[in-house]
């Protein structure tokens, strides 16, 4: 069998890797000339992600590229802590989510992929595919085509597969969220090791985490028009941040700020799959990033996918017993961290209710491990 992966993005390579592991021949088609990320933007790998790659023997260049971050702290505008969480919960052997830069982790999977022997073929963009019944053509924006026995979207939240697949499927939702990011190396700004701290600002929400190497990591979650772009972002978030009792408008003051991305998530589906074709990760059920699982439920997604397949030479029957398996966990996902990013979102009234009850919420999750369901989640090959 030979499967089509469209997207070179986190979910792609992973699921390469899988297919690899279980006999089945793969190989990945990406749009853009390279995989190369924004520098100034970061993401939390969980430790179900980080035990899902280990699956894949992947995980250790991501651990050591990484900064342990197992704890978050919370912290309203006017400088009121509003308690602590955990960020993941540790697994067996101790290991803990850790905070990486985007463009590493990138790096990092599709080296692992090419180190596995899969090709992967940059600038090609698909534009549509052919399922014939007995095999898969993906068309490309450069005139090429590839024909496959399936073929697996990982292009993304605003996937070309799934729109040509379902015409008729929900659009991704705009979170009302503009996200930007930025890093600055200056010992003025100082933190404690392992935590991410997370401000609900007056006007806006900001995040940050201090790097063993003393670089400030940080984002912005704005509330925001979709579409209204500024000519420059920074002078419109330190006017955000102004009034806040932290350092954040002077962190963003002194930052290069990274491209602004506004924050979507996707409705559920009402098809994951149709003939030999299947979608995965973002493209399947995009999540806000505010509970930061978005990478690590589309490396579950390469497992369980390769798994299915293996079990059974009927793709239908293994694209079917994927969706089956993953549906109801990243649903559930998408919904809790669609409540946090209304949260960030918050207006003048439901911000001071927020605040007020931000401190006994915070307590229920510390206290009964609540969140094991999202961070213990263990899938194998
Ligand atoms: C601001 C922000 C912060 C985030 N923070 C976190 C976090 O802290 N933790 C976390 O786990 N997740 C986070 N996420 C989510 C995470 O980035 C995604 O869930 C994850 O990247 C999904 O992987 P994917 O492979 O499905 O899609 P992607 O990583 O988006 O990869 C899709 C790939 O497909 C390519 N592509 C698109 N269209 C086509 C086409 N037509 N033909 C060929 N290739 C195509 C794209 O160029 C891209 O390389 C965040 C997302 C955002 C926007």
């Known amino acids: 069998m030979k499967a089509l992966i469209i997207g070179c993005g986190i979910g792609g390579p992973a699921t390469a890797m899988a297919l690899r592991k279980t006999g089945i021949d793969a190989e990945i088609f990406e749009a853009y000339p390279d995989t190369a990320e924004s520098v100034g933007s970061f993401l939390n790998v969980a430790s179900n992600g980080l035990d899902a790659l280990r699956v894949l023997g992947a995980h250790r260049r991501v651990l050591s590229a990484g900064i342990p971050t197992p704890r978050m702290v919370m912290w309203s505008g006017t400088g009121k802590r509003l308690g602590e969480v955990a960020n993941g919960l540790a697994l067996d052997d101790g290991t803990v989510s850790h905070t990486i830069l985007r463009a590493d982790l990138y790096r990092i ?22 399922d014939t019944g007995d095999q898969v053509t993906a068309r490309f924006e450069d005139g090429t085509q590839e024909t ?3 073929l697996i979207a990982a292009d993304g939240v605003h996937s070309r597969t799934r729109a040509q ?27 404690e090791p392992g935590v991410y701290n997370m401000v609900f600002g ?9 790097a063993a190497s003393g670089e400030t990591w940080w984002f912005a979650n704005l509330p925001r028009e979709l579409g209204d772009v500024p000519a420059d972002w920074k002078p419109v978030l330190v006017e955000a941040f102004r009034d806040d009792a932290n350092f954040s408008a002077e962190v963003i003051e002194r930052s290069e700020v990274a491209s602004a991305l506004p924050i979507h998530d996707l409705p559920p589906l009402p098809t994951w799959h149709k003939g030999r074709v299947v979608l995965t990760g973002d493209a399947a059920h995009a999540t806000s990033p505010s509970a930061g699982q978005g990478a690590s439920l589309a490396i579950e997604d390469a497992v369980v996918l390769a798994r299915c397949l293996r079990a059974t030479k009927d793709h239908r029957a293994a694209f079917e017993r994927f969706e089956n398996e993953r549906r109801g966990r990243v649903e559930k996902v998408v919904a809790y961290s669609r409540t946090i990013s209304n949260n960030k979102a918050a207006g003048p009234v439901a911000r001071v209710f927020r605040d007020l009850m931000m401190p006994l919420f915070l307590k229920k999750l510390a206290s009964q ?8 989640h263990q899938v194998s090959l």
């Open 109 to 130: 999977v599709r080296d692992e992929a090419l180190s596995h022997g899969i090709k992967i073929s940059y600038g090609k963009r698909l534009v549509s595919f052919d």
């Open 148 to 150: 496959g026995d399936i």
């Open 165 to 191: 697949l379902d015409p008729s499927a929900p659009k991704p939702r705009y979170s009302g969220l503009y996200s930007l990011g930025g890093l600055v190396h200056d010992p003025k700004f100082t933190g």
């Open 202 to 210: 007056k006007r806006a929400f900001f995040g940050y985490t201090v």
């Open 369 to 376: 491990e609540s969140l094991s369901w999202m961070y213990r």
